[in-house]
Structure formats: structure tokens, C-alpha cells
């Protein structure tokens, strides 16, 4: 993303203003060189009148006192036992981790507050182990924690609980940031990690449908261990109604800011609803397709449309979105007194490629052309041929399949390009 391109920002703007993210920041990434640039980052999220409440995690840094000090601590991510001596390198660690954030607040001029809005209990005997100072989030504070907002101030908060009695318990931050998330309504709960996002069997998740994450991690299907809990818990936020998790790594520089403000991000997008969608195009999209569609038409696997054509035609066109933002687009001209249609202008952004997208398109211009009673579907292609007959069930044809209005079109445009037809089931 081009951080300069304010308009690409702005567009932006209107749905986040006043609305709440919760960020969760792991150990690794609060003293890593890069967390000063993350704060600038959620700087200007401020600016935005964006509220920001940080969550941190502090394994790596329990894992490394715990070496200096030379105790054996029973866990460090929260999520087994927790005895008295790891509890007490907990403290340390997650205290020194919340002062250096408020340090790093400091010099970037912003506002903020460690708190003990975490109401906990003990996890308790499960599966015939005690698990002693482990906690679970019992509610959330969300009254200190909305007056904190409301005047400006940051809330930091670590991963520890408290009970009424005043004792303390060792939390997994991961789920307390969901349940930070879920208590405040949180539009977007954002995990800052030290690797890209999700991988499955090898292959990086660009977004995914938090039911589709649910169904890998059932299955037991390869998400990389260190991310699994990751991924549970933003399956779980998205269950208890935020709409959006990301995963990102936090030592990109501005990575933040690229995940929020632009169409693609740089990390996993986890969401709760199918927050895509293909609709038809209005007028205002014409300058999307244009330029969606440009690269491809400079090399020539698209033919060049005028913004006089696609007004003209733009009835015929559908694109595909993504928080509102086009990333693919495809059209469907008629040729009635045939009984046929035509697939055209199918094209999707490269940062979207390889995610059946396309695929999808196609579908639902087969869907479309069966509603009007088409017969048939056809296509040119330069280029992709290939990938009509491999993805979207096209067989080769001949120009002698096209209808005459198109067929004169074709010889007159001269690019030979392969004619690909698809009958069409009723």
C-alpha cells in the first residue's frame, strides 16, 4: 500500500471512526526493533479517532527470565499449569513488558493506562489436573475500560487476571484479547505476531471464512503449531461476534497500517460472514474497472474497453468486493435471439490470485446465464483458454459459434483469439 495515497486511507475512514480494534501484541514483538514503528502505527489510528486497546502476551520473555533467574517454569504461554514460581516470573515479565509500552506511548505523545480489567478465576481441575495459577477470563470491565477511551487514553492490558479476593492468575493472551474483543464489541481484533499470518500445508491464507478455519482445524488438517492457538482464538472471536480477525507480522514495517487501509492487507484475514460479495457494477465503479483490468489490457490478454463502453454497457457487468473495495470484476452480454451469452472482461487483482476467485466468477455467471434461459455460454481468450477449459468447463469451438453481431466484431478486431463454448444445463 502506498501510505501516500490518502484517498485509498480515507475511504476508509467512515466505517472505523470511533470504533473500537483491539490489538494484540505478542512478547516477541514489544522488544523487537521494529514495535516503535507499530506504535507510530497505532498513532495514527488515533488520529483517525480510531480506539485502540493493546493486549500483550509475555511468553518469550517469561521463557528468557526463567533462564537468567535458572527456575524451570511449568508453562509460559498461559495455556498449562502455572505454579507459584512461574506465576512470580510472570509478574515480572508482564509488568516490565507493560512499562515498556507505556514508555514507547510516551515518546509518540499518546495517552495510556495499564489496568486490571480482567476479572479471572482459576482454570481449575481439568482432566484430573489441577492447573493452580492458571486463569480464565470470568468477565471483562468494560465500564473502565470505555471511560478510558472515551477520554483518550490507551488501555494496556496484560495477560493476567484478578479475582475478588485480590489474587492473581496467569492468563493465555490470546484469549484474553478475544475476550477484551467480545466484551467491548470490537470491530477488529488484530494479533501482531513474529510470522506472516496462517499457512496451510505450505500455503499462505490470504482470508479465509472463520467456519472454513473451524472445519481445517477439526480435522487436524496442517495450520503450523505455533500459529494454532492463533487460529482457535480467532475462530473463537469471530463466533462471539467480531467481524474481522487479523493475523499480521509485526516486524513489517507498517504492516499495521497496510492490513487496515488496504484492500489486500499483508497478513490473514479471519472474518465471521461471508464479508465478500458479488454484485452488479453502478456507474461509480467504472474508474475500479478500469483500473483493475489495466494491467491486463497493456498485455494484451484483455481487450481495451473505453469508460464511454463500460457506461454504455455497464448493466452487463459485475464485480467482486471485499469490504466494499472491488478486487475482480466479469461481464455477461446477451445475445437473445440466439439463446446465447457471452463471459467477458473476466479479470481478478493480482494480490487476489490463486484463491478461486475466478472460479467463482465463472460460477456465477453460469448461475446468471441459467436464470435469463441461456443455452449457452462462450468466451475469447488469448491467453487464459486454458484456463476456461481447466477451471470453468469450456470446450474449444470455432468462430463459427459465435453469434453474427459478435462473429463480425471478431474478424474485425483481429487478435485470433480461441472461441470457447459451455453448454448450459436448464
Known amino acids: 500500500m502506498k501510505l501516500t495515497d490518502l484517498r485509498g486511507i480515507l475511504q476508509y475512514v467512515p466505517r472505523f471512526r470511533e470504533k473500537i480494534f483491539v490489538i494484540s501484541v505478542d512478547g516477541a514483538i514489544v522488544t523487537d526493533e521494529n514495535f516503535g514503528n507499530l506504535l507510530m502505527d497505532i498513532a495514527v489510528l488515533r488520529s483517525l479517532n480510531i480506539r485502540v486497546v493493546l493486549v500483550h502476551g509475555a511468553s518469550a520473555q517469561i521463557q528468557a527470565l526463567a533462564e537468567q533467574q535458572q527456575i524451570k517454569v511449568s508453562n509460559t504461554d498461559g495455556t498449562g499449569i502455572t505454579d507459584a514460581d512461574t506465576l512470580k516470573v510472570a509478574l515480572t515479565a508482564a509488568n516490565r513488558l507493560s512499562h515498556e509500552i507505556l514508555e514507547g506511548l510516551a515518546v509518540i505523545d499518546l495517552r495510556a493506562a495499564c489496568t486490571n480489567a480482567i ?40 495477560p493476567l487476571g484478578f479475582d475478588g479476593d485480590g489474587k492473581t492468575y496467569r492468563l493465555n493472551s490470546d484469549h484474553a484479547a478475544v475476550a477484551v474483543a467480545e466484551a467491548l464489541k470490537a ?98 465503479d467504472i474508474r475500479s474497472i478500469l483500473n483493475l483490468i489495466k494491467s491486463s489490457v497493456e498485455s494484451d490478454e484483455l481487450v481495451k474497453r473505453s469508460r464511454a463502453s463500460l457506461e454504455r454497457q455497464i448493466a452487463d457487468y459485475y464485480i467482486f468486493e471485499i469490504d466494499r473495495n472491488p478486487v475482480a470484476c466479469v461481464a455477461l ?18 494480490s487476489h490470485e490463486n484463491q478461486g476467485l475466478g472460479r467463482k466468477m465463472i460460477n456465477f455467471i453460469d448461475s446468471r446465464a441459467k436464470e435469463i434461459g441461456l443455452s449457452e455460454l462462450f468466451t475469447l481468450s488469448t491467453q487464459a483458454f486454458t484456463y476456461f477449459q481447466s477451471k470453468g468447463g469450456f470446450t474449444e469451438g470455432s468462430p463459427d459459434d ?25
Open 119 to 158: 476479572i479471572a478465576h482459576p482454570m481449575g481441575i481439568l482432566h484430573g489436573q489441577d492447573y493452580l495459577l492458571t486463569g480464565k477470563v470470568e468477565r471483562v470491565d468494560t465500564e473502565l475500560l470505555q471511560a478510558l477511551l472515551t477520554a483518550g487514553i490507551i488501555p494496556v492490558v496484560s
Open 187 to 284: 470491530i477488529k481484533l488484530i494479533y501482531v505476531t513474529t510470522t506472516d499470518g496462517l499457512f496451510h500445508q505450505g500455503k499462505f491464507i490470504r482470508q479465509m471464512l472463520a467456519g472454513d478455519l473451524q472445519m481445517l482445524l477439526n480435522t487436524r488438517q496442517d495450520i503450523t503449531p505455533e500459529m494454532t492457538s492463533k487460529a482457535q482464538h480467532a475462530v473463537a472471536a469471530c463466533k462471539a461476534g467480531v467481524s474481522r480477525v487479523h493475523i499480521i507480522n509485526g516486524r513489517v514495517d507498517e504492516g499495521l497500517l497496510a492490513e487496515v487501509f488496504s484492500n489486500e492487507g499483508v497478513g490473514t484475514l479471519i472474518y465471521a460472514n461471508e464479508y465478500t460479495q458479488v454484485r452488479k457494477a453502478m456507474k461509480k
Open 333 to 350: 452480454h446477451l445475445y437473445p435471439e440466439q439463446d446465447k451469452g457471452e463471459l467477458a472482461c473476466l479479470y481478478v487483482n493480482k
Open 402 to 426: 459465435l453469434p453474427p453481431a459478435r462473429r463480425e466484431k471478431y474478424d474485425q478486431s483481429g487478435r485470433n483469439s480461441k472461441v470457447l463454448i459451455k453448454r448450459l444445463t436448464k
